[in-house]
């Protein structure tokens, strides 16, 4: 379904370049969730911009390639982009109620959302739209028709009545489902979820995981699901890929990567969470911070806070070696290789 080699996104600014991402490598096939894992700074939420093409100026997207069903997203063009953003690519962004627009009902976003990508004989011409947004959409209309079966979908109770409502009329978690119900809307390939889960209760987090489940049954849609919380990955991925300052650092499947954990990073982010079945007196917090994407000059990024680093770590660029299974790839000179396989950085 989609298909990453080196894909870098560079911000040129007056204190100097920022890689925001630095050479990753990412696939997902059909039908399956891949997570994105790492500390706030490590660059996933770029990436995932990088692939939906909505990098502004001045950021620069490259890549050896990019590409969605095998075709190259890089040589597509702005309108091609837009044919392809939610229509076959959708996004989940952060932060719903930013997101929402809070002027226009929840039910004609999601109509909004059909007539663009959508060929249902609406119009959708400016002043068709400056009209909708006046009155209110038809009741009657095909788009209006799929925003309540959307509503419905992601389980919004009494659906054609709050269709009509503003998202300020929704609470977190439901305007977290209305996000989803946009986004699935034309019934995407690929599904982006970017943080779906923060700042909603573990009861809410549980629903809208469980969500992500039944849309890969009922819309055949692949998920690339961005987060910070490992306890979500472990419940929702098939495979995990763990990002750092702008680099991937650990790929495996979710079962093996929580059983036999490899790169320090990784191992730093599962002691530091909590664990319920486990009582411990102190969590163990990763000392420091994520630097900053601007000429980081040491060749390992994780270098400063590892708590094995050694002087070489520093020096020699930490290639991917297979350190598990077969799918178990680590970017870490301090491990040995199975079999003395390393995979050379592009």
């Known amino acids: 379904m989609l298909q990453i080699e080196n894909l870098r996104t560079e911000f040129e600014t007056p204190r100097g370049t920022v890689t925001a991402v630095n050479g990753v490598d990412l696939h997902i096939d059909n039908g399956e969730i891949v997570g994105l894992v790492g500390e706030s700074g490590s660059g996933k939420s770029v990436l995932a911009q990088s692939v939906m093409r909505l990098v502004e100026d001045p950021g620069e997207i490259t890549a050896d390639e990019l590409l969605f069903k095998g075709e190259p997203l890089l040589e597509k063009s702005e309108a091609e982009m837009t044919t392809i953003r939610g229509n076959e690519i959708s996004m989940v962004f952060q932060d719903p109620m930013n997101s929402l627009n809070p002027t226009i009902t929840v039910g004609e976003q999601i109509a909004e959302t059909v007539r663009l990508h959508q060929d249902i004989g609406e119009s959708i011409s400016l002043p068709a739209e400056m009209k909708r947004k006046i009155i209110g959409a038809s009741k009657a209309s095909e788009s209006w028709r799929r925003a309540i079966e959307m509503l419905e979908s992601v389980q919004i109770p009494h659906p054609e009545s709050r269709a009509t409502d503003y998202p300020h009329e929704f609470s977190g978690?439901?305007?977290?489902r209305a996000m989803i119900a946009i986004a699935l809307s034309c019934e995407p390939d690929l599904l982006i979820a970017d943080e779906p889960t923060t700042a909603l209760d573990v009861t809410i987090q549980a629903q809208i995981l469980e969500e992500l489940h039944s849309i890969l049954e009922v819309f055949d849609t692949s998920i690339l699901l961005i987060t910070h919380d490992l306890a979500v990955v472990a419940e929702t991925c098939d495979r995990v890929n763990v990002m750092y300052a702008g680099e991937m650092v650990e790929r495996a499947t979710t079962r093996?990567?929580?059983?036999?954990?490899?790169?320090?990073?990784?191992?730093?982010?599962?002691?530091s969470t909590p664990q319920v079945e486990t009582a411990v007196e102190e969590l163990e917090p990763i000392p420091g911070t994520v630097p900053?994407?601007?000429d980081i000059p040491y060749a390992c990024h994780f270098a400063p806070r590892c708590p094995e680093a050694k002087e070489e770590c520093f020096e020699v660029d930490p290639a991917f070696r297979r350190v598990g299974s077969e799918d178990h790839e680590a970017a870490c000179i301090r491990r040995e290789p199975v079999d003395g396989e390393v995979i050379e950085n592009e």
């Open 173 to 176: 978690g439901m305007r977290q």
């Open 256 to 271: 093996e990567l929580f059983s036999n954990p490899q790169h320090p990073y990784t191992q730093a982010l599962l002691a």
């Open 292 to 294: 900053e994407p601007i």
